[in-house]
């Protein structure tokens, strides 16, 4: 796999990274100050409305007790102060109609809307935005009604409130853009922080795939996710070394084992070639070429038996074997060899113990085990086969007297070809515990082993057990 992968830059997790803290900041910014707009918006508007509220009942009081032609001069005054385009009052008769009213020149339309004029007389105090032609602002204004049944009318622009407005969407804007660019740096900032360290990740896989198997992820001393992310990288990687190295290992063993018949094969096949051999020798090489030709079929089906069993994984039984049976069948196979050697093979078997599984992988599995005992065990030693049950499991123990197993071999004794030294004199091709072990797990179970050099070793197969005889029984 190339790992040249044209990296997009809008693809890539930094600029995805940035552009989420810029948009998260900017939406953070635009939703606390755009509520604050409304809010102070909202506040400035009641503020005004209670304004004119207030100027109503003051001038209200005016009416009451001065005469019109006083009132107008007050009101007049006041709207010189302020200004025409400012400010306007107008006084309505109990009919509606108007009987007085400041400098309108600004405020043309501001009387067309009858219904407040009407609302107002019937006792309501009316508020609403008028729009003064060529002002940018909307001005407010307030009808209610006062003494005599007349209604009061008072009109005042919101240039004020809108100028404030207008500057704290000035600022919001500009905090914004600030804000935004904040954002944009933080969020730039902290995705290549982040990603740096992903780089070592990338960097370390990279050397890796061009043959440095040396090559390992620096792992900080923070604990982060980068952290956990390049310990279980380099985890993998020492795994993955521990597995090219077993598979070489296997590899050259396989070769080497290939050799030895090979070579036979081959000598035989020149013996044969040679045309003056007496017929007795031809027959001689044409056994050692078949017995070179089954050692060879047997490698390979061990090896394939092994592999197959353990791609299968763990085997659904539905079968139930009379494993007791099976377990005496093995020792009844092995007994005659044993005592030939002059082993004492002793046997303690519990009767009527069934397990789920396949009776002949499963017995195939103890016969390597039981073949090791006799196999590796000299004349006047002992081999004991114990069948016996712990809880749910089925236990078998074969225990020898043999020359028992170094620590440093205990482990490796199960590996694929793995053979001690000392046992080469011997049969063999280093397949058998593998193949067991193999077996048992796809059983769910396990073979262990314990041992002692000079004085033995303690092979415990453990399985499955079935707690009744479940039909269809099979019998060895
Ligand atoms: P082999 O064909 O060599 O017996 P196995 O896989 O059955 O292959 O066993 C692997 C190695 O484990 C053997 O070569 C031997 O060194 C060691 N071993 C197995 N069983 C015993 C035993 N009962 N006593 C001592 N060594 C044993």
């Not at 407010?140 to 049944?149: D, K, L, P, T």
């Not at 360290?197 to 792992?219: E, F, K, P, Y």
């Amino acid at each position: 796999m190339s790992w040249k992968i044209p990296l997009r830059y809008r693809n890539s997790l930094a600029f995805r990274l940035t552009a989420l803290y810029t948009i998260t900041g900017v939406l953070a910014v635009v939703v606390v100050l755009g509520g604050s707009y409304f809010i102070l918006k909202g506040q400035l508007t009641q503020q005004m409305d209670q304004s004119l509220l207030n100027e109503i009942e003051e001038y209200a009081a005016l009416i009451a007790v001065q005469p019109l032609n006083v009132v107008r001069d007050v009101l007049d005054q006041e709207v010189m102060s302020e200004g025409s385009n400012t400010l306007f009052f107008r006084i309505f008769d109990a009919d509606g109609k108007p009987i007085f009213a400041t400098d309108l020149n600004a405020w043309a339309g501001s009387d067309s809307n009858r219904t407040h004029i009407l609302a107002a007389l019937q006792g309501r105090t009316v508020f609403e935005n008028f729009q003064q032609t060529g002002e940018p602002f909307p001005a407010r204004i307030v009808y209610s009604r006062i003494s005599n049944g007349r209604v009061l009318q008072i009109g005042e622009t919101t240039a004020g409130n809108a100028l404030v407005l207008r500057h704290f969407r000035t600022v919001f804007f500009l905090v914004t853009l600030v804000l935004a660019l904040c954002s944009l740096v933080t969020g730039w900032l902290l995705a290549r922080s982040t990603l740096k360290s992903l780089q070592r990740v990338t960097r370390a896989a990279r050397a890796i795939s061009a043959g440095d198997w040396s090559c390992r992820v620096a792992v900080s001393d923070r604990g982060d996710e980068i952290d956990i992310l390049a310990l279980a990288f380099n985890e993998m990687i020492e795994r993955i070394q521990v597995l090219v190295r077993e598979l070489r290992n296997v590899s050259d063993d396989i070769a080497h084992d290939l050799r030895t018949p090979i070579t036979r094969l081959r000598v035989a096949a020149e013996n044969l070639l040679r045309r003056d051999a007496p017929r007795a020798e031809q027959e001689e090489t044409a056994v050692v070429i078949l017995e070179s030709c089954d050692e060879l079929l047997g490698l390979i089906n061990t090896m394939l038996e092994i592999s197959q069993t353990e791609a299968a994984g763990i085997l659904d039984a539905t079968v139930s074997v009379d494993y007791s049976a099976l377990v005496e069948d093995v020792c009844d196979l092995f007994r005659p060899a044993a005592e030939d050697k002059g082993i004492n093979f002793v046997t303690n078997i519990k009767p009527s113990v069934f397990v789920r599984g396949d009776i002949r992988t499963l017995r195939r599995a103890l016969a390597n085990i039981v073949d090791n005992a006799v196999k590796y065990t000299d004349a006047d030693g002992e081999v004991s086969v114990l069948l016996d049950v712990q809880g749910a499991r089925v236990a078998t123990r074969v225990k020898d007297t043999g020359p028992g197993i170094h620590d440093e071999h205990i482990e490796k004794i199960f590996s694929r070809f793995y053979r001690v030294d000392s046992s080469r004199t011997e049969g063999g091709n280093g397949l058998g515990l593998s193949l067991s072990r193999a077996i048992c797990r796809a059983h769910g179970g396990d073979v262990t082993v314990r041992s002692t050099v000079g004085v033995g070793s303690d092979f415990l197969m453990l399985l499955k057990g079935a707690e009744k005889k479940l039909e269809p029984s099979t019998r060895t």
